[in-house]
């Protein structure tokens, strides 16, 4: 399971910068076309587990980042972005929203001074208009629908309806969807929609060299005006995350070492995106490859094994599980078996945070 990450933002905002940071990328940051890149997701438990079990290959999880280039306020009347991409983006499982913070006279500010709270308030407002046009459009739809319909048909199309009617409402009062109390049925009625609003949104204020010693305190008090279910702030500077990326290990740790940076951008805010996707990563050793995967908080044996391959889904026997932390306490796989840690497991089992798992199929 690849998770799929869509970069949006006000011109001159700094997205590219972001994006080549997480990717380790050297897009041309002056470029306004789309970009997509991919990243690997930084999981320490899986070189211990490496070190451990000897495999011939290790293979982390990965992140899909989507740049779309374009203005954030492109997409509130669906101009200046492109079908396909624009497409990508609703796909995309959480949006980062990058917001100007730093200062730089050669790239003067769109809206002409820097204000991070106006910015996160106009992506607000353009994210809103995107879904509402979506809603708008499918309104006139059902109206439309409704005079000839069947009346099975005629039932599910006033249960749409009604559902819509009540987003439109709670966007109109600048409500995310993500907010709205969505219910497991009405969130099967809205699948197909992939409004923008529902999706997790990390907001990375992007700030300048000069403010890394007070980033931390921006960061809090960001989170305190707009930290919610679903939505988080982070403070990174993106121009030295970027040239990071370009140095050795050594020389950017040293680098770190000068700035008081403790962590890679991309660590964070991918650690900060599973939080608010409600991710967990398990383990599987299979034919000396040794690789993680990421999947939601709650799924089960059977679910998580498709995840590898639609035959291990359709052929589940059972699944033989160990936890990342007692295989630590074992040593061995064979000490954890002799001592009894390894576990036999039904489809119905919830897989846990940091589980090593081998599924048992027959096809």
Known sequence: MTIEIGIVGLAQS????????LTRGKTDTRSLAPHIGIAKVPE???Q???????????????????DI???????????????????QLSNADALIDVVRSFAD???????????????????NLELTLHDLGIISRRLEKIEESLKGAKPAERQCLQSEQKLLARLKVGLEKELPIREMGISPDEAKLMANYQFLTTKPRLIVVNIGEEQIAEAEAMQDELNARYARAGSKVITLCGELEMELTQLDDEAAKAFRAEYC???????????????????????TTVSDEMKAWSIPRGTPALKASGKIHSDIERGFIRAEVISYDDLMKCGTMAE?????????????????????ITFLFNV
Do not use: C, W
């Not at 700094?14 to 940071?21: S, Y």
């Not at 006279?105 to 992506?123: F, K, M, Q």
């Open 105 to 123: 006279e050669t790239v003067p500010h769109i809206e002409g001074s820097l204000d991070v709270d106006r910015d996160i308030a106009t992506a």
């Open 69 to 87: 280039g374009a203005s954030v306020k492109d997409l509130g009347g669906g101009k200046g972005v492109g079908g396909q991409i624009l497409n």
């Open 336 to 356: 954890a078996h002799k001592k009894g840690f390894l576990r036999l497991e039904g489809k119905g089992y919830t897989i846990q945070d940091g589980d090593v």
């Open 14 to 21: 700094g997205k590219t910068t972001i994006f080549n940071a």
């Open 48 to 66: 211990v587990l490496a070190d451990m079990l000897h495999p011939k290959k290790v293979v982390p999880a990965e992140v899909s980042y989507i």
């Open 261 to 283: 940076l403790p962590e890679l951008g991309l660590e964070h805010v991918v650690q900060l995106s599973y939080e608010l996707l409600g991710l967990i990563s398990f383990f």
């Open 44 to 46: 320490p438990r899986l």
